[in-house]
């Protein structure tokens, strides 16, 4: 009955939203009035729609994006829906948790380095990895590395010491590489007082106050390349040292050095958190096979200016992966989606040394997709998709 709506005031003083949120969330199809006044067009809302409302006031603060507001409120109840997005909003704010104890930790050392010039140093770190697994790494980031004058810091690989971790990214911008190298051991370098620590004893998200071994260096290319020719098939441990503007590697009883670049590396980690719709297991020849043979189309203008040759990546409605011509007709099937890539980027990313299996990862036509090897999920190439032309 009539009696019972609730007028939009009494809906915002009962849920905690403001009578302006009400009427964007009506606007925006989320929450919208069981009745407006043709006349005054004045809102009025159903008893059981404060319930909803005051759901939304809670989604609301803990950021949940307006997409994933509507899918909550518009979840089918049991379906388990509206759980599952709530888990992934938690992983992301547990991520970006971590990224702000990491960015925070940093930032403490710049202010140090600030207000006590004469006394303090940035942190250097000495650490081991084995060398064949950092041949791979450099192995499997060397073709993202950046060649834009413009942006001199992606010319260069990043070596990030993370605690237990060396993760090795490259990026021009529309791919990216990333690469992890387990760590044996690491050392603050100069501290005669302070034995290697074992990275079994270093946590991932440490208690606030605990210092995490962590150190950063943008390698030159130059440098990169010097460094795999060193490490050649060489077997065995590498220590590595990283910090202070410099970069000390030594293996076999052989040693090289050199200046990193005095950049700023973008921040990396948003870039890769990836929430894929689809994710197809093949073969890496049998991918390669066909992005070779699949008919093409030639963008004039693809990236960084140059033409590119575009291959279309596909999902039918019951998830069969292909590779087709660009103007091949679209499956209008609920779940089938279509991604266009440029191919010659796509086939760099492909392993050479990965003859097995291939994870691939999509999740829509303007969503950055994945390449991931079956045995080593943490090394893996993110590359945005091309856009058609209409």
Excluded: K
């Excluded at 050392?187 to 079994?200: D, M």
Aim: proline share 8%.
């Amino acid at each position: 009955m009539e009696s019972d709506l609730r007028s939009i005031g009494e809906l915002a003083r009962d849920s905690g939203l403001s009578v302006s949120a009400l009427r964007f969330y009506d606007g925006a199809e989320v929450l919208a009035p069981a009745r407006v006044d043709p006349r005054t067009g004045y809102r009025w809302y159903a008893p059981e729609q404060l319930a909803d409302a005051r759901l939304l006031a809670r989604l609301r603060r803990v950021g949940l994006p307006l997409a994933e507001i509507r899918a909550v409120l518009g979840a089918v109840p049991g379906s388990g829906a509206a759980q599952r997005l709530m888990d992934e909003h938690l992983r992301r704010l547990e991520d970006g948790l971590v990224d702000a104890r990491r960015e925070l930790s940093s930032i403490r050392r710049l202010i140090d380095q600030r207000e006590n010039p004469m006394s303090t140093t940035p942190a250097e770190y000495r650490f081991t990895v084995p060398a064949r697994q950092l041949a791979r790494a450099l192995d499997a980031v060397r073709f993202a590395v950046g060649g834009d004058p413009e942006l001199p810091v992606l010319s260069g690989v990043l070596f990030d010491l993370d605690g237990g971790l060396l993760r090795l990214v490259a990026t021009d911008r529309y791919r990216i590489a990333l690469a992890e190298v387990p760590v044996e051991s690491v050392a603050p370098v100069g501290s005669a007082s302070v034995e290697s620590v074992s990275v079994e004893s270093v946590e991932c998200v440490p208690p606030v106050g605990r210092a995490v071994p962590a150190a950063s260096a943008v390698v030159p290319v130059a440098l990169a390349d010097a460094v795999r020719a060193l490490l050649g098939p060489a077997e065995g441990a590498v220590e590595l040292a990283l910090g202070a503007g410099t970069v000390h590697v030594a293996v076999g009883g052989h040693r090289i050095e050199g200046a990193a670049l005095d950049h700023d590396y973008p921040d990396y980690r948003p870039l890769v958190r990836l929430e894929p719709v689809h994710r197809i297991g093949l073969p890496a020849a049998e991918l390669r096979a066909a992005l070779v043979s699949a008919a093409t189309s030639s963008l004039p203008s693809g990236p960084h200016g140059a033409a590119c040759e575009v291959a279309l990546l596909t999902v039918d409605g019951e998830g069969r992966f292909a590779v087709v011509a660009p103007g091949a007709e679209a499956d209008g099937a609920p779940g089938a989606l279509r991604v266009a890539v440029n191919r010659d980027f796509l086939l760099e990313a492909l392993p050479a040394d990965a003859p097995g299996q291939l994870v691939l990862e999509l999740g829509g036509p303007i969503t950055p997709l994945a390449v991931r090897t079956a045995d080593r999920p943490g090394t893996f190439s993110v590359l945005m998709p091309v856009r058609l032309p209409a």
